[in-house]
C-alpha cells in the first residue's frame, strides 16, 4: 500500500470528509468521493451550468485521488484550490458555452432576410379617336319584257297620299274609267328611337413576382412562394344613348311613267364625350312603261362620322412581407475538407481544467 512521503494524499482528505477512519478499497472510491464533494468544494465559483458541478469536481479529486498536495496543510491547499479555480473558469466557462452550439458542420451559408415593404400608384389614363368616311355610288338598270295588255272601256283616276306619324294615315279616292289606267300617290314618314346604351367593363389583375431564380416559373405559376402578389380591380363605366331618326318619300304616278323613292335615316350614339353618327341617303327613280321597258336609276350615299373619347383611373396599395432563408453548401471546399476542419475544434474541456490544477500537487509519486 502506497503512503504519504511529504505531506498527504487526496484519498485521505475524502475519506476523513466521508466520515471513515481508515483507508478504503477501490470498490469504495467512487461512494467516498461524492460523499467528500460538498466538503472539499464548499466555495462558491461561477460555474456556465450548477448542474455539471459534480461531475466537473468528481473528476478532479478523481484524477488526483492517489496524489500528495504541494501544500503544508489541507487547508493551505484548499485555499490555493479555491483561488486557482475561481481565475480559471470565467474562461473556461466560455469554452463551454461555445461547446453547446449545434450546427451542421458540412453548411457554409446560413443566411436569413426579412422584408417588409408597402407600395402604392395612382394613374389615369385618356383616349381620343376620331374618324370619318363617305361612301357613295350610283346604279342604273334597264329591263325588257313582252305585255299584252287588256284594252279597259272606261277612265279611272286615282290619288293617294299617306301621312304616317304616330300611327295616323289619311287617304281619299275617286275614281271612273275610260279605257286608260292612271295612278299616282306619295307618302312621308318620319321614325324617332331613342333608347339608352351604357357599358360597364370590369377586369382583375393579378401580378406575381418571385425574385428567388431556383425555382424557376414553376413555384410562380403553382403560387407555392411569391415575393410579391398583387390583385388590381379595374372598372370602366361609360354612359350613353342612341337616336335613331328616319324619313321617307315615296310618289308613284302608275300610267306606264315613273315610280320614285328617297329615303333617308340618321343614327347617333352617344357614351361619355364621344360620339358617332351615321347619315345614309338613298334616291332611286323608275321608268316603266307599258310595252315591257322599265328604268331604274339611282344613288346611294353614307357618311360616317365617328368621335369617341374615354377616361380611366386607376389607384393600387400593396403591402409584401416576406422571410427569405438559406442554408446550404456554396463554398468550392469539399465535404472531407469541412468534416476535417470541425474535428480539428473539438476540445476535452474538463482535462483542460485538470491540468491547471497540477501545480497544487507534489510532482513527485
Not at 503544508?72 to 469554452?95: A, D
Not at 406575381?208 to 379595374?234: C, F, H, M
Not at 334616291?283 to 365617328?306: I, K, Y
Not at 471546399?333 to 476542419?341: D, F, R, V
Amino acid at each position: 500500500m502506497m503512503m504519504s512521503k511529504y505531506t498527504t494524499e487526496v484519498r485521505y482528505i475524502c475519506e476523513d470528509a466521508a466520515g471513515y477512519d481508515e483507508s478504503q478499497g477501490y470498490s469504495s472510491v467512487d461512494q467516498i468521493i461524492s460523499k467528500a464533494v460538498p466538503k472539499v468544494f464548499d466555495f462558491n465559483l461561477a460555474l456556465f451550468d450548477d448542474a455539471y458541478r459534480n461531475v466537473l469536481f468528481t473528476k478532479i479529486l478523481k484524477h488526483y485521488y492517489t496524489r500528495e498536495i504541494g501544500f503544508e496543510s489541507v487547508g493551505l491547499w484548499r485555499l490555493k484550490l479555491e483561488t486557482k479555480l475561481q481565475e480559471i473558469m470565467p474562461y473556461f466557462n466560455q469554452l463551454y458555452r461555445s461547446e453547446l452550439l449545434k450546427f451542421n458542420p458540412l453548411y457554409d451559408t446560413d443566411l436569413s432576410t426579412t422584408h417588409v415593404g408597402e407600395s402604392s400608384r395612382e394613374g389615369s389614363t385618356e383616349d381620343t379617336r376620331t374618324g370619318f368616311s363617305n361612301t357613295s355610288g350610283e346604279k342604273a338598270e334597264n329591263r325588257e319584257d313582252q305585255r299584252t295588255a287588256n284594252g279597259v272601256t272606261g277612265q279611272e283616276n286615282k290619288s293617294t297620299t299617306d301621312s304616317e306619324n304616330n300611327g295616323e294615315t289619311l287617304g281619299a279616292a275617286k275614281g271612273s274609267r275610260s279605257g286608260s289606267n292612271e295612278e299616282s300617290g306619295s307618302s312621308n314618314r318620319t321614325d324617332v328611337a331613342q333608347e339608352g346604351t351604357n357599358d360597364t367593363d370590369t377586369k382583375v389583375t393579378y401580378d406575381l413576382y418571385s425574385d428567388t431564380p431556383q425555382g424557376g416559373l414553376t413555384g410562380v405559376n403553382a403560387e407555392n412562394y411569391l415575393t410579391n402578389a398583387r390583385k388590381i380591380n379595374e372598372t370602366d363605366t361609360r354612359l350613353g344613348n342612341k337616336t335613331s331618326t328616319g324619313t321617307g318619300h315615296e310618289v308613284t304616278n302608275k300610267n306606264g311613267e315613273f315610280s320614285e323613292e328617297t329615303g333617308e335615316e340618321t343614327t347617333t350614339i352617344s357614351k361619355d364625350s364621344g360620339q358617332t353618327q351615321f347619315d345614309e341617303h338613298r334616291t332611286e327613280t323608275r321608268l316603266d312603261s307599258e310595252n315591257g321597258s322599265e328604268t331604274v336609276t339611282g344613288t346611294d350615299s353614307r357618311t360616317t362620322s365617328n368621335l369617341e373619347s374615354s377616361q380611366g383611373r386607376d389607384k393600387m396599395n400593396s403591402t409584401e412581407s416576406y422571410v427569405l432563408h438559406v442554408v446550404g453548401k456554396q463554398s468550392g471546399a469539399s465535404y472531407s475538407k469541412l468534416l476535417t476542419e470541425f474535428r480539428e475544434t473539438f476540445l476535452n474541456i474538463d482535462m483542460m481544467v485538470i491540468e491547471s490544477l497540477d501545480d497544487l500537487f507534489m510532482k513527485l509519486w
